[in-house]
């Protein structure tokens, strides 16, 4: 028995020998009171403790489930996006593209803010400051009117900003050819020293990651022409095209392989040349014969590569002939490289060809605006053009200066 228990027997004994038992019973009565009041508040809480305990239990678990949905929501995008859940989760961890807000004007129209960058070859190394290397990036608004389907460019007044770096190779270094927008950054390539560059809004740029050629164990750097976003990785590619001579012999695949970089800079290497086999023979080149490209862009819209070749030929490469190679073609290509399908869009010009193109936002990937670039001899060129997915053109070519830009995108 309890003490309680104990001190009761002892209180009865008590009174039975008592003189005074009509007071010892009043203390019994006070004492059996007391004793079951206190028996009555231990289990009220013995009970409130399990139940806290319980309650708490329950909230934890639910904490738990809570966290691992969010954790493993990302992990959607990695499937594609066709279902509209994937879609939801898309747009939530997806930073926005653009990065600048377009504006809409009247209803009719809408202006974007767009770059384009210079990759000036040997002339990108500086003649005044030592051991430094840059770029030309030039800004301006393009709007696009739905009304018409018309498209109005303006570059800014202001003289185009000027890029540096100090980091070369072989004495040639920031010879950038292409922009993209990637993990809510807008990213830039040298074709020469196989650097990313980070463009920062102060007009610095900072290195990212270095790519080397082949399967990544050469040492010489990459030479980066295109790259798009697909699939939330960022996807690099060369010129699709064998190594060779000036006069067309064969020597290495190395820009046939891409880069795959995911958003903490990892970077797998594939053998792309399978694929780039199959986009030429959809227009009956083979090698001896060769296509180059400078611009490539995923379209998640309508699940296919896009690629705007700068030149093919169905005979053997040479590097003087190659100048006046350009190409008029939008080749696509199903994710697989099963299913390719051929565009042409206007007259072929010999000397301009593309160097890098964007679908324009807002038009679901029905609208491309693409650079052009020329080089015959030390002369040089760019131009902007804007045409549909099917090949009507919307806005003709227009020069934009005599130098060579090989980037763009709406930033």
């Known amino acids: 028995m309890s003490t309680d228990h104990n001190h009761i027997a002892l209180n009865i004994y008590n009174v039975k020998n008592s003189d005074h038992s009509s007071s010892m019973l009043k203390e019994l009565r006070q004492s059996l009171s007391s004793s079951q009041a206190y028996r009555i508040s231990n289990s009220t809480i013995r009970f409130q403790t399990h139940f806290v305990i319980f309650v708490s239990l329950i909230g934890i678990l639910f904490l738990i489930v809570l966290y691992n949905m969010a954790y493993t929501a990302p992990k959607l995008v990695s499937y594609g996006l066709n279902h509209p859940h994937d879609k939801f989760v898309y747009k939530l961890i997806e930073p926005k593209y653009p990065l600048s807000q377009p504006v809409s004007i009247d209803n009719v129209g809408i202006k974007f803010r767009i770059a384009i960058i210079s990759d000036l070859d040997k002339a990108s190394k500086s003649q005044t400051e030592k051991n430094m290397w840059y770029s030309y990036y030039k ?78 164990t050469d040492f010489k750097g990459f030479k980066s022409e295109w790259a798009t976003v697909h699939n939330s990785n960022l996807y690099v590619g060369s010129m699709g095209k064998e190594w060779t001579s000036s006069s067309g012999k064969f020597i290495n695949n190395n820009p046939m392989w891409i880069k795959i970089i995911n958003k903490s800079g990892h970077v797998t290497h594939v053998n792309w040349t399978d694929n780039y086999i199959a986009i030429r023979k959809a227009v009956n080149i083979n090698f001896p014969g060769y296509m180059i490209h400078e611009s490539c862009a995923w379209s998640q819209i309508h699940k296919r590569w896009f690629f705007l070749p700068r030149r093919s030929s169905s005979k053997q ?85 005599d130098l060579k830009y090989e980037g763009i995108e709406f930033i």
């Open 139 to 216: 800004k301006g608004f393009l709007t696009w009117y739905k009304t018409n389907n018309s498209i109005e460019l303006v570059w800014d007044l202001e003289e185009p900003k000027i890029l540096k770096s100090s980091i070369s190779m072989g004495g040639r270094g920031m010879e950038l050819s292409e922009l993209v927008t990637f993990n809510g950054k807008i990213y830039s390539f040298d074709d020469r020293t196989g650097i990313i560059y980070s463009i920062n809004e102060d007009n610095t740029v900072l290195p990212w990651i270095i790519l080397m050629d082949g399967n990544g």
């Open 317 to 401: 490469y040479n590097e003087n002939d190659d100048e006046y190679m350009a190409t008029n073609m939008l080749i696509s290509a199903d994710n697989n490289f099963n299913d390719i399908k051929v565009t042409y869009i206007g007259n072929i010009v010999p000397t301009h060809g593309y160097s890098s193109f964007k679908f324009l936002p807002s038009t679901n990937d029905r609208i491309i605006v693409a650079l052009k670039s020329e080089e015959v001899g030390s002369k040089t060129a760019s131009y902007i053009t804007a045409f549909n997915i099917d090949g009507t053109i919307i806005l003709p070519e227009i020069k934009v200066a």
